[in-house]
């Protein structure tokens, strides 16, 4: 067993590092920041780049440059010839000036203040008073930025959701990470290093964090390096899992499905959709084989998955073995738990189930029932897992994983005794390549329909301008019965700005635009029983209208409800304005949802990260398909994986700087590397420090828990 000292050093609070304050703890800890590991894998989202500073004097006309200066003077003019209207701002710098100029933007003139630190970025022409730029691009610095400390440098820029300077946010991540990166060592071997041209681990991370004057070549191979990183520790915890699947430690005997399973489909209310039996015969087969099944069942929300999780484990029950169902949170656990028991019921199968919260009383009922012979199915949540060892005969684990990556994964490489056969259900449509990068040992089923044939959902962008439109057509909508909502999607933390935005709109909609409908109002802010009222209010049918934030995302089901309108939604991900949109086209009617697109003219941060797609193509995806698959591979391919989990993944996102669909050689490489650094251990070729390395490295993805076989 190898020494584990780093591991330990890098998962230490960052309060440790000298400097690092109560307070300074708090504000790291809003963004995600708790251990030295995480401050190493806190990337920059972008760098400032002043390695190529001018002065106004030292300007050439034509030449792109980026000029700093404070500001002097701000002012907008008409101008006499083709009455446009001129915003002008002069800059100096050591005696000389320069200008930027904008034509017909009158609100650039609020942006400046007189005595501010600005840099113009843009390509500079001599006009009739001096060298201009016309719309440069700005950067609006600190007060405290002094041109001396940056000259020559590029500078990261780290995400804070505070309103701490950048300047403030880079020194603390530089502190912690200066503390933690010797401890981030390298675990690829030097001679294939070598062969496929990677920087060393460590270095690339210094790298990104201290780019200094680094060239773009030299920022690309970092990032490379630690995406061959993201993806090596994910295909190396592949690779082990399936080498651990391989090992005959799997005894279930599953039996073809008989009397039990036929029962059951009879006093089901409804008949399963091809697609549910489609996918029961893969686990059927499955569990029939002599391997452990490891499957991966997707489908969106309302697929009806539960059914076919509910049949598996009848038919381990009726094979003899007991079943477990882990969910992710308590409140999902009883409503399995409701579910299965109405149905088990009626065939004399018992359900269980054990919470963390539950009285001792009936944990001990649960115990006592779990000693008996006779087949159950024990409902729970994840913490089950560490009970596992303890629930005998155990035939069958089905995990609904949610957002929580990584459970069944663990549940394998765990040093188990036996194996079950293991059935995974996912609802967020998973795209094809991030699935083989993440669920790469499992095979994969997906419940491609829901239930009933719904009505498809038609999808419009729109421009504000077209809003008028769009409340007539909310008005024709309720003449014929129908509900509508209007939302305002969460945007980060800022659940008040949103609530306040919802609250502002339900006025405006209901005195002015909308005085003879009934308009409701929900928002996070208010009270619970507030809240249920305008739900029950809207589910009745007595609310036509409902201006909302994100909180009805959760379980709300109002088949009247036909119309959806999205604020602002360019500012979401496309898999979350899916998720929105799936509240609608659940009954009889046609329904609609309408995105109204409010990006501005202009973006601040638009030179360092220009997206491939517009905004507005971006939406255009929405109007297209309503296939969640196809969107999630359009998200991914514009934001990243994190995207696809929305943005509840919050704290750990499994790809940080890596995108499979956009990284496809790096994604190959990796995996070569995995079976090949795998091999080289088990020949015994990796040396101390590297297999040491390897094990930090692993166990900062997967947990100390975690073992190589044999390590
Ligand atoms: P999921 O777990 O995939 O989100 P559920 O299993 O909760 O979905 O199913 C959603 C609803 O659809 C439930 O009320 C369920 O009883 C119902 N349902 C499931 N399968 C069918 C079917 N074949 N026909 C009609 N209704 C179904
Ligand atoms: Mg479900």
């Known amino acids: 067993m190898s020494s584990t000292g780093d591991y330990e050093f890098l998962m230490r609070p960052v309060s440790c590092v000298k400097g690092i304050t109560e307070r300074r703890t708090a504000i790291l800890g809003r963004c995600g920041v708790s251990s030295l590991w995480d401050a190493l894998t806190f990337f920059p989202f972008r760098y400032e780049d002043y390695r190529r500073i001018l002065r106004p004097d030292q300007l050439q006309a034509d030449r792109e440059a980026v000029c700093y200066g404070r500001v002097t003077n701000v002012k907008t003019e008409l101008s ?8 002008t701002v002069t800059i100096e710098n050591a005696g000389s000036y320069a200008k930027g100029v904008w034509f017909n933007q009158p609100w650039m003139k609020d942006r400046f203040k007189e005595g501010g630190k600005v840099l113009f970025h843009g390509i500079p022409r001599f006009g009739g008073f001096g060298i201009q730029f016309s719309n440069p691009d700005v950067i609006y610095l600190e007060d405290d930025f002094h041109p001396d400390d940056f000259e020559g440098k590029r500078l990261p820029v780290y995400h804070s959701t505070e309103k701490s300077s950048r300047n403030g946010m880079r020194s603390l991540i530089s502190s912690i990470v200066e503390e933690a990166l010797p401890h981030f060592k390298e675990y690829i071997p030097q001679e294939m290093l070598r062969e496929y041209a990677l920087m060393d681990a460590g270095e690339a991370m210094r790298t990104l ?3 200094g004057a680094k060239s773009d070549e030299e920022l690309a191979k970092a990032r490379r390096r630690l995406i061959v990183d993201e993806f090596f520790v994910l295909q190396f915890g592949i690779l082990l899992t399936r080498r651990i699947l391989q090992k005959e430690n799997y005894e279930a005997h599953h039996l073809e499905p008989g009397g039990l399973i036929r029962r059951f489909l009879d006093i ?4 399963l959709t091809e697609s549910q039996l489609s996918v029961l015969t893969d686990i059927k087969k499955d569990m029939l084989s002599n391997h452990p099944m490891h499957r991966l069942l997707q489908g969106d929300v309302g697929c009806g998955k539960t059914v076919v999780a509910a049949t598996a484990m ?22 399995h738990f409701q579910t299965l028991s109405k149905w088990c019921e009626k065939l004399g199968v018992d359900v269980l189930l054990s919470l963390g919260g539950m009285k001792a009383k009936e944990k001990k009922a649960v115990k006592e029932r779990m000693e008996q012979e006779k087949p159950f199915i024990l409902i729970g949540t994840h913490s089950l897992l560490f009970l596992e060892d303890e629930i005998p005969n155990l035939g069958l684990l089905v995990i609904d994983e949610q957002h929580k990556f990584g459970v069944a994964q663990r549940a394998v490489l765990r040093e188990n005794k036996r194996i079950p056969d293991t059935l995974v259900m996912t609802a967020t449509p998973i795209p094809r390549s991030l699935a083989m990068t993440l669920y790469g040992h499992m095979d994969i089923s997906v419940i491609k329909k829901p ?3 719904r009505m ?17 057509f909310i008005r024709r909508e309720v003449k014929e019965g129908r509900q509508a909502y209007v939302v305002y999607p969460r945007i980060d933390e800022k659940e008040k700005a949103e609530s306040k935005a919802a609250a502002k709109m339900y006025e405006e909609l209901k005195n002015n635009v909308f005085p003879d409908l009934s308009v409701g109002l929900v928002h996070g802010r208010l009270g619970k029983e507030e809240k249920d009222e305008a739900m029950e209010s809207f589910r009745q049918g007595r609310t036509n209208v409902l201006v909302c934030t994100t909180v009805i995302e959760v379980g709300v089901d109002v088949p009247n409800a036909s119309v959806m309108v999205i604020e602002d939604a360019q500012r979401f991900g496309l898999a979350q304005l899916h998720q929105l949109r799936g509240r609608i086209g659940r009954g009889r009617h046609a329904s609609y949802c309408v995105l109204v697109d409010n ?10 990260q220009p997206l491939l797609m517009t905004e507005n193509q971006r939406l255009e995806v929405m109007a297209r398909t309503n296939d969640g698959f196809e969107i999630a591979e359009a998200d991914m391919e514009q934001r990243g994986p994190g995207e696809v989990f929305g943005e509840k993944q919050s704290g750990h996102p499994l790809l940080l700087l890596a995108n499979p669909s956009r990284d496809k050689n790096e994604l190959s490489v990796s995996t070569e590397i995995a079976k090949k650094v795998l091999s080289a251990y088990d020949l015994k070729k990796l040396d101390g420090e590297h297999l040491e390395n390897l094990y930090t490295r692993i166990a900062l993805r997967y947990g100390p828990e975690f073992k190589i076989p044999g390590f």
């Open 268 to 271: 089901l209310p409804f008949t």
């Open 314 to 335: 009848l038919m381990a029950v009726e094979s003899g073995y007991n079943a477990v169902l882990m969910a992710p949170t308590e409140i999902l656990a009883r409503q």
């Open 451 to 453: 239930p009933e044939g």
């Open 456 to 472: 498809p959902i038609k999808t419009y962008v729109v421009k504000p301008e077209r809003l008028s439109k769009v409340w007539d």
């Open 599 to 608: 990006t501005p003219l202009e973006k601040e941060d638009e030179l360092y």
């Open 80 to 87: 006499p010839v083709k009455r446009k209207r001129i915003t």
């Open 209 to 211: 964090h201290f780019p």
